[in-house]
C-alpha cells in the first residue's frame, strides 16, 4: 500500500493481516459514535473513559460476527463503575451504558483516570447471541484490578486459547469550541496453520507457596518467534496513535508492520442506534405483575420509561397498557 493515498475516517474497523507473522487484527476508530454515547450521558471524565474503552473492545471483538447476532460486554463489579453495558449488534449497531456510584467517584479525586482502579473486583462477561436457533456463548473473566486490555488478554487465553494482544485509548479533542469524545483500539491475534505454534507464555505461579521449587523453574519453551514480533510491534502503538482524528487507520498499520507486509481487508462502517422500541418495552411489562405495573404509575398517572441506553422516553397510558398485555404476544424479536 502506498503511504499518504488513505483518509483517515471514523467510526470504522479496518480488518488486516501480517501474512509474514501469521498474524491477523483490527484497528477501530470511534469518533461521532462514541462522543454521542457519552455525551448525552453527561459522565464523569473517569466514567467516560472507561465505557469508552470497553465501546472500542466491543467493537474490535463484535466485528467478528459474520451473521446477524449480537455481542454483549458487560461488567459487574465493587469499584466506582458499578457496570457497564455495551452492545454491537452485527453488522453495524452500538450502544453503551454505565452505572456509577458518584460518591466513590468524588473521593477517588480528579487525578483517577486508570479504568483499572474504577472497576475495582468483580466479572467481566462476554456473551455471543446469534439468535434462537443458534447457541448463545458466554466467556467470563475476574476482574481482579486489571483494565479491559489486560481482562481482554485473559479472556483469549483461557476461554479461546488464541494469543491475542489488545490496545485501546480514549481521548477527548477540542474543535470549533466544543469537547469531543473519540475511542480507538487495535487488536492482533495469532493464527497460525499450525496449533502448536499457539503455545503461550505460562500463567503466573498464583498459588504456589514462594520458595516452592515449581515457582522458580525455568518457563516451558517460549512463544513462536513470529507472535513474539507482533506482540512487541503492537505495544509500542500510543494511545494518541489510536485517537488522532488526523492518523488515517492504514498509516498507522503501515508505521507498525511494514518490514513484514500488511494487508488491509474491506472496512467496515459502524453507528450508535439503540435498539430499544415501544414494542419491546411492551414486551418487558409483560413479565411484570398487575401490581408490579400498577405501582410503576407515576404521580401524573401514566407510566414513565426511561431508556439506559439512549435516554429515549416512553410515556404510556397505564389503561392502553393494560389492554396491550391482555393480548397475546406477537411472536417478532
Ligand atoms: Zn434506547
Do not use: N
Not at 105 to 112: D, V
Not at 235 to 241: G, I, K, Q, R, S
Not at 262 to 283: A, N, W, Y
Not at 308 to 316: G, I, N, P, T, V
Amino acid at each position: 500500500m502506498k503511504l499518504g493515498a488513505f483518509e483517515a475516517a471514523d467510526d470504522v474497523v479496518l480488518p488486516f493481516a501480517v501474512e509474514a507473522l501469521d498474524t491477523r487484527g483490527r484497528v477501530v476508530r470511534l469518533g461521532s459514535s462514541i462522543d454521542t454515547i457519552l455525551s448525552r450521558h453527561g459522565y464523569p471524565d473517569a466514567v467516560a473513559r472507561a465505557l469508552g474503552e470497553a465501546a472500542a473492545l466491543t467493537v474490535l471483538l463484535g466485528a467478528s460476527l459474520k451473521f446477524e447476532g449480537r455481542f454483549q460486554l458487560q461488567t459487574k463489579s465493587d469499584g466506582a463503575i458499578e457496570m457497564i453495558v455495551v452492545d454491537f449488534d452485527a453488522p453495524d449497531r452500538l450502544r453503551a451504558t454505565a452505572r456509577f456510584d458518584a460518591g466513590k467517584i468524588a473521593a477517588l479525586g480528579p487525578g483517577a483516570r486508570k479504568t483499572a482502579d474504577l472497576l475495582g473486583q468483580g466479572i467481566l462477561a462476554m456473551t455471543i447471541d446469534q439468535g434462537s436457533e443458534r447457541s448463545r456463548y458466554q466467556g467470563v473473566v475476574a476482574l481482579e484490578g486489571q483494565g479491559f486490555e489486560e481482562a481482554a488478554h485473559q479472556y483469549f487465553r483461557q476461554s479461546e486459547q488464541i494469543p491475542t494482544r489488545v490496545r485501546l485509548a480514549v481521548a477527548e479533542e477540542f474543535s470549533a469550541g466544543r469537547r469531543a469524545w473519540r475511542a480507538g483500539g487495535l487488536m492482533v491475534q495469532f493464527l497460525p496453520a499450525s496449533p502448536e505454534r499457539m503455545r503461550q507464555a505460562d500463567l503466573p505461579p498464583g498459588d504456589i507457596p514462594e520458595g516452592h521449587p515449581a515457582r522458580e523453574a525455568p518457563p516451558a519453551a517460549g512463544e513462536d518467534d513470529a507472535w513474539v514480533e507482533a506482540k512487541a510491534l503492537v505495544d509500542t502503538t500510543e494511545d494518541h496513535e489510536l485517537v488522532d482524528p488526523e492518523l488515517a487507520s492504514e498509516r498507522l498499520l503501515y508505521r507498525l508492520f511494514h518490514e513484514r507486509g500488511v494487508r488491509v481487508f474491506e472496512p467496515l462502517s459502524i453507528h450508535e442506534e439503540c435498539r430499544c422500541s415501544r414494542e419491546r418495552i411492551m414486551s418487558m411489562m409483560r413479565r411484570f405483575s398487575r401490581e408490579d405495573r400498577r405501582d410503576m404509575v407515576g404521580d401524573d398517572g401514566r407510566i414513565g420509561i426511561t431508556c439506559e441506553f439512549c435516554s429515549r422516553m416512553y410515556d404510556l397510558d397505564p389503561a392502553e397498557v393494560e389492554a396491550e398485555v391482555a393480548q397475546p404476544e406477537a411472536s417478532s424479536p
